[in-house]
């Protein structure tokens, strides 16, 4: 499989390798003629704001992304604000409601801010929506062609966990800055001198809270109707405290691309932080996403110098001899580590520093991972005892545990 054949439109308009986004998110090659629903990789992850409008300016300050394109009333669409944000191979969609009687209010009444959709690239729409109704799963919207001047979109959709919705997409025909009846639009933020060029270059994986009893019917959903396989497991002791657990089994598509981790709550003596989740997002939903970087520690000094907040680590965790034995040596000093909060972890394929920002909105539901993988291809299973702790104890100063 050559360099061109792997890598997406939308990753090569970002500038990036096929050898730099092995390492971002562990990138395989497989063999897409034998899968019955052949995913290329993410397309866009939609999001229902309480004002988008202030959440695309957040999202530009704070995370560095770039404004590329939108639609609302100027456009003809009525109901609602769409902006649309990239940063490296990353397509963020942020809708919020314009019209009162919008249904984006009422989800957002029951949800508050968080992810719709999230979008596929595939090569075939019409292939993989006939695997999907062979396979049972329910087809949202079927597929359909879009056209302005700049080609073609075919688009159909297909219904996940919760309200949740995979688009899929085949943008292969088309040359605009999103999709027909998007104008490009670019941003009036002006960056400081010597600002990084962009924080995060890829989408690494999405975690996808369900209820308790529902995780394997999903992992079913996936292997039976998208052709993605098991990647890992997580259960009993390997995500637990003395108070809370959770299960978890991670999916992908056959390049790994794209990744699933699917949690569920576990009995516990207290209130989970998958239970606090689903209570306060009203539902299943999609938990946090995880944004590869190369270069964590910048990364991690700018966000935090633009406000965001991350989890907090204890120094036990950095002077503890057993981690400092397991994960030898990585690319800078624990010391460098442990002044930031990142954590880190390895395993036989390598190693991968991560951190996780705390929720970054009104309720206890949706936040961010990010991630630099050094030839791991896990999700830290060694500082999930760690991270455990750091979430309870977020929902203890919140009284929700």
Known sequence: MSLHETLTDQEKLAGLQLDELQQLVGLVEYDEASDPFPVTGWDSITWICGNATQAAVYFQLAFGMELIAYRGPE?????????????????????????????????????????????????DVDKCIAHAERMGATVIAAPEDFTDEHGTVRMAAIAAYGETRHTLVDRSRYTGAYLPGYVERTSSVVRPEGSPKRLFQALDHIVGNVELGKMDEWVEFYNKVMGFTNMAEFIGDDIATDYSALMSKVVANGNHRVKFPLNEPAVGKKKSQIDEYLEFYQGPGAQHLALATNDILTTVDELRARGIEF?????????????????????VPIEELQKRGILVDRDEDGYLLQIFTKPIGDRPTVFFEFIERHGSLGFGKGNFQALFEAIEREQERRGNF
């Open 75 to 123: 456009q003809g669409q009525r109901d609602y604000h769409s902006y649309v944000l990239k940063s490296g191979a990353i397509r963020f969609v942020l809708n919020g409601a314009v019209d009162p009687a919008s249904s984006l209010i009422a989800h957002h009444a029951k949800h508050g801010d968080g992810v719709i959709d999230i979008a596929l690239e595939v090569p």
């Open 311 to 331: 989890l907090d680590t204890p120094a036990s965790y950095y002077e503890d001899p057993q981690l400092r034995a397991r994960i030898g040596e990585v690319r």
